[in-house]
């Protein structure tokens, strides 16, 4: 009989506890959003997925070299010496380990991980890892101002090929005879 008034005592304590701290929580702003529809706001500083701003990277290899798990893979061909055509630009997030140590090391600050918009910045869903090797290239080839120099270069390099060659300069003419004194 004890045992029973204990366990109704102990069931209505425990009832009662659980409701104060729900009232609690009640009057508390609220902290969580709707995703994916509601998004929380992205710090500074926060180690999403990466975003390249292809058009300043000098293609020097630091993030990848840097990485401690290999997974940035980049390939590009340099025309007229100074402009990249790409070629690929990836990160492997079956491997990466969101350490930011590429972001510090790139000398042009063209690397992010606090810059992608939308549902993306937080979450890849797939059922397919081979999908999760994703290439930051926003275009393959040239840029478009890469591609407007690299064009110009080459009209101003073949308008200088076809100049005609400058007339070859006249021999010098021959010295005049020494005057000689003789019968003088
Ligand atoms: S965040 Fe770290 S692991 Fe991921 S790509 Fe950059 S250096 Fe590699
Ligand atoms: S460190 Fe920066 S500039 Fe160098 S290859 Fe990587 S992203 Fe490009």
């Given at each position: 009989?004890?045992?029973?008034?204990?366990?109704?005592?102990?069931?209505?304590?425990?009832?009662?506890?659980?409701?104060?701290?729900?009232?609690?929580?009640?009057?508390?702003?609220?902290?969580?959003?709707?995703?994916?529809?509601?998004?929380?706001?992205i710090k500074p500083g926060y180690?999403?997925?990466?975003?390249?701003?292809?058009?300043?990277?000098?293609?020097?290899?630091?993030?990848?070299?840097?990485?401690?798990?290999?997974?940035?893979?980049?390939?590009?061909?340099?025309?007229?010496?100074?402009?990249?055509?790409?070629?690929?630009?990836?990160?492997?997030?079956?491997?990466?380990?969101?350490?930011?140590?590429?972001?510090?090391?790139?000398?042009?600050?063209?690397?992010?991980?606090?810059?992608?918009?939308?549902?993306?910045?937080?979450?890849?869903?797939?059922?397919?890892?081979?999908?999760?090797?994703?290439?930051?290239?926003?275009?393959?080839?040239?840029?478009?101002?890469?591609?407007?120099?690299?064009?110009?270069?080459?009209?101003?390099?073949?308008?200088?090929?076809?100049?005609?060659?400058?007339?070859?300069?006249?021999?010098?003419?021959?010295?005049?005879?020494?005057?000689?004194?003789?019968?003088?």
């Open positions: 009989m004890l045992t029973y008034a204990r366990n109704i005592r102990d069931t209505v304590m425990t009832t009662l506890k659980g409701m104060q701290i729900t009232l609690r929580n009640l009057r508390r702003p609220e902290t969580t959003v709707q995703y994916p529809e509601e998004q929380c706001e180690r999403g997925f990466h975003t390249l701003d292809q058009e300043i990277c000098i293609l020097c290899f630091q993030c990848a070299k840097i990485c401690p798990v290999d997974c940035i893979e980049m390939a590009a061909t340099r025309v007229e010496k100074k402009f990249l055509s790409w070629e690929q630009f990836t990160v492997d997030y079956n491997k990466c380990l969101f350490c930011d140590l590429c972001v510090e090391v790139c000398p042009v600050d063209c690397i992010h991980m606090d810059r992608k918009t939308g549902p993306s910045q937080y979450a890849v869903i797939t059922d397919d890892r081979t999908t999760l090797n994703i290439d930051l290239l926003i275009y393959r080839g040239l840029s478009e101002t890469g591609v407007k120099a690299v064009d110009k270069l080459r009209a101003d390099k073949a308008a200088a090929a076809a100049k005609p060659a400058p007339a070859p300069a006249a021999p010098p003419s021959a010295p005049a005879a020494p005057r000689t004194t003789e019968g003088a």
